[in-house]
């Protein structure tokens, strides 16, 4: 009886205790700032999600990520979802994923890229998905890679390998933020470790980051991978692309 009691108390505190919770910290869409159900998970209203910021970079042949490595690297194929701007919700949706622990909105994205390339015959020859790796402290820090959860969504589409493995950041380096465009080359240049002999099992690999800017850290692991195995296919995909 008292175990049955017990139960109840339990119950009704915890209720109290989310409602309590709920008083303080609010369901909120991360974009607009409506409350939201206690079922919506990803943060994010149904209005928002469908004023997202794309790219429509999948109804076009030469997107600007694609002119972004021209001349600089060979890239098969470029992907991104979301035109990134300051305040805009993409801005947004990035810090919620790398800052505010979002990872099923970071998985939800992945799985949005999965949907919009997979039909996509320039995208149906990956054999393999590598997220832009984080050095070990700083993912030990944040608790996960998100360009490795964004590349889960997207496999959870495409259904191929995912090895976050194959490419290592071996030097912490400072935050690329507050720096210019050849500063942060310098700062990606050396920093990346490669499993060489295990891609040459591959033809064609995908590279999966959440945010391209400069391009910088791309360019830094494809001439690493190419100076060792020219021939192999490689493809950018990111969640977003800043402007
Ligand atoms: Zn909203």
């Given at each position: 009886?008292?175990?049955?009691k017990?139960?109840?108390?339990?119950?009704?505190?915890k209720?109290?205790?989310?409602?309590?919770?709920h008083?303080?910290y609010?369901?909120?869409c991360?974009v607009?700032?409506?409350?939201?159900?206690e079922?919506?998970?990803?943060?994010?209203?149904?209005?928002?999600?469908?004023?997202?910021?794309?790219?429509?970079?999948?109804?076009?042949?030469?997107t600007?990520?694609?002119?972004l490595f021209?001349?600089?690297l060979n890239?098969?194929?470029?992907?991104?979802?979301?035109?990134?701007?300051?305040q805009?919700?993409?801005?947004?949706?990035l810090?919620?994923?790398?800052?505010?622990?979002?990872?099923l909105l970071?998985g939800e994205?992945?799985?949005k890229i999965?949907?919009t390339?997979?039909?996509?015959?320039?995208?149906a020859t990956?054999?393999?998905?590598i997220?832009?790796?984080?050095?070990?402290?700083?993912?030990?820090i944040?608790?996960?890679?998100?360009?490795?959860?964004?590349?889960e969504?997207?496999?959870t589409?495409?259904?191929?390998?995912?090895k976050?493995?194959?490419?290592?950041?071996?030097?912490?380096?400072?935050?690329?933020?507050?720096?210019?465009?050849?500063?942060r080359?310098?700062n990606?240049?050396d920093v990346?470790?490669?499993?060489?002999?295990?891609?040459?099992?591959?033809?064609?690999?995908?590279?999966?980051?959440?945010?391209?800017?400069t391009?910088?850290?791309?360019e830094?692991?494809?001439l690493?991978?190419?100076?060792?195995?020219?021939?192999?296919?490689?493809?950018i995909?990111?969640?977003?692309?800043?402007k």
């Amino acid at each position: 009886m008292s175990t049955l009691k017990d139960g109840f108390i339990f119950t009704l505190l915890k209720k109290y205790t989310n409602t309590f919770m709920h008083l303080i910290y609010p369901n909120q869409c991360l974009v607009c700032l409506n409350e939201l159900p206690e079922s919506n998970r990803t943060n994010i209203c149904h209005l928002c999600q469908d004023n997202f910021h794309f790219t429509y970079f999948e109804t076009s042949d030469s997107t600007r990520l694609d002119k972004l490595f021209w001349g600089r690297l060979n890239i098969h194929s470029t992907f991104s979802l979301l035109e990134f701007e300051k305040q805009n919700s993409t801005q947004k949706i990035l810090h919620a994923i790398k800052y505010k622990s979002n990872k099923l909105l970071a998985g939800e994205m992945g799985k949005k890229i999965g949907n919009t390339i997979h039909q996509k015959s320039n995208f149906a020859t990956i054999e393999v998905l590598i997220p832009v790796p984080l050095h070990i402290k700083k993912k030990y820090i944040r608790g996960y890679n998100q360009s490795e959860v964004i590349a889960e969504g997207v496999n959870t589409i495409l259904n191929v390998q995912l090895k976050p493995n194959l490419i290592r950041r071996t030097v912490h380096s400072e935050s690329q933020t507050k720096k210019n465009k050849f500063s942060r080359w310098d700062n990606v240049k050396d920093v990346f470790q490669i499993d060489i002999s295990a891609l040459k099992k591959f033809n064609h690999i995908a590279i999966i980051d959440d945010v391209i800017t400069t391009g910088s850290t791309i360019e830094a692991i494809t001439l690493k991978i190419h100076k060792e195995i020219p021939d192999l296919k490689i493809s950018i995909i990111s969640l977003a692309i800043a402007k």
